[in-house]
């Protein structure tokens, strides 16, 4: 409760600056009116001011009390990172995507000191300005990873305040960007597909975790490559959603059709199942007769284990990526820094040269 009262205290002077109520060398309300204000006793008071000084914000002068310091005398650059995690129970080795991008951060981040916070914990019960103000406050450059569509408002309020901001493995404005590059990725697995004979081609898609950034992007991907390549595809051979369900009936239409393509790209686990189970129900192979690349490892659907032809996305190089522009971050560069990492195209079991079945080339 104590620690709760300090951020409110700060955050209150904070807001007074940002209103324009407090201005450079205006006196803040004495120790004694913050006592009454807030209900707490003076050492309390006395932690929020001392937060505040340290972060440049105030500085006391004894005997005439404490003032808000002119902007002319504020720290200039940020030395601290803090990293952000949408949920520190995700900070496990066995989690896919949280896990690897902090781990990368911590390689980056090199000397600089930095700090690592729940995000629930640091918006709890605060608007996004007073998010912002405190951020600003201390002075850091912020890494958030995987920020959830939800807390866009926060991230931009961050910005606009002066916050050099980074989103890492999400796509948000007005924040800096480090993150996977979709579209080049499923453009190289169409160039693979289409090396390997496959020139019709299908797309399943869908906005898994709600990130519909990352779903549009995979299908600029795909059209692209078609173009690049010479492949092809048609309406009824596209898919966007995650529903199993849907994807079965999908299926079922198209392999029920006089011809198909005979290269597929999915994206996901759910749609690499349903692809799966529609190919042993028609006695069809994987990969003689249908090849397959997955985004991101399904796991070992194939009945015998074997591996999928698979983009990996190099989550680790994503982080570090990120962490090794600390210096541009915090120089807050007018133009926003957007830097895409390639995945890895990792063979395996599911691509093979095409069969001269299902009406193909």
């Not at 007073?130 to 600003?136: C, H, S, Y």
């Not at 595809?233 to 198209?254: K, P």
């Not at 989550?315 to 133009?335: I, M, Q, T």
Request: hydrophobic letters at 40%.
């Amino acid at each position: 409760m104590g620690r709760d009262l300090v951020r409110h205290i700060a955050d209150f002077v904070l807001e007074e600056r940002a209103n324009g109520r407090l201005r450079g060398g205006a006196r803040i309300p004495s120790r004694s009116e913050l006592m009454r204000r807030f209900g707490c006793a003076r050492a309390t008071v006395d932690r929020a001011v001392e937060r505040l000084a340290q972060d440049g914000v105030v500085e006391s002068i004894q005997g005439r009390g404490t003032f808000l310091r002119a902007a002319a005398k504020a720290r200039r650059h940020a030395k601290r990172a803090l990293i952000l995690i949408p949920d520190m129970k995700e900070l496990r080795p066995d989690d896919p995507y949280t896990y690897p991008l902090f781990l990368g951060l911590l390689q980056g981040i090199g000397k600089v000191k930095y700090e690592v916070e729940d995000v629930d914990r640091l918006t709890a019960g605060r608007s996004p300005v007073q998010v912002a103000q405190d951020l600003k406050r201390r002075n850091v450059v912020l890494y958030w990873v995987r920020p959830r569509c939800q807390m866009v408002p926060f991230l931009a309020a961050a910005v606009k305040a002066g916050v050099p901001a980074c989103c890492v493995h999400r796509d948000y404005q007005p924040a800096h960007v480090v993150d996977t590059d979709n579209v080049g990725g499923v453009e190289k697995a169409v160039g693979h597909l289409v090396e390997h004979g496959h020139r019709r081609l299908g797309f399943m898609g869908g906005e898994f975790g709600g990130e519909a950034r990352h779903v549009e992007q995979r299908q600029l991907g795909f059209l692209l490559g078609l173009q690049t390549y010479g492949a092809a595809t048609r309406e009824e051979w596209l898919l966007n959603s995650q529903s199993r369900t849907e994807a079965r009936d999908f299926l079922r239409h198209v392999f029920a059709a006089a011809e198909g393509p005979s290269g597929w790209i999915v994206l996901g686990a759910t749609h690499a199942a349903a692809l799966i189970g529609e190919t042993r129900e028609r006695r069809l192979r994987i990969p003689d007769d249908v090849s397959v690349i997955s985004f991101d490892d399904p796991g070992p659907l194939l009945e015998d284990g074997r591996g999928f032809t698979h983009l990996e996305q190099q989550l680790v190089d994503v982080g570090k990526e990120a962490a090794l522009l600390f210096d541009s971050f915090r120089r807050a560069p007018r133009s926003r820094i957007v830097l895409n990492v390639m995945p890895r195209l990792v063979p395996g079991d599911t691509v093979a040269g095409i069969a001269s079945r299902r009406g193909v080339d």
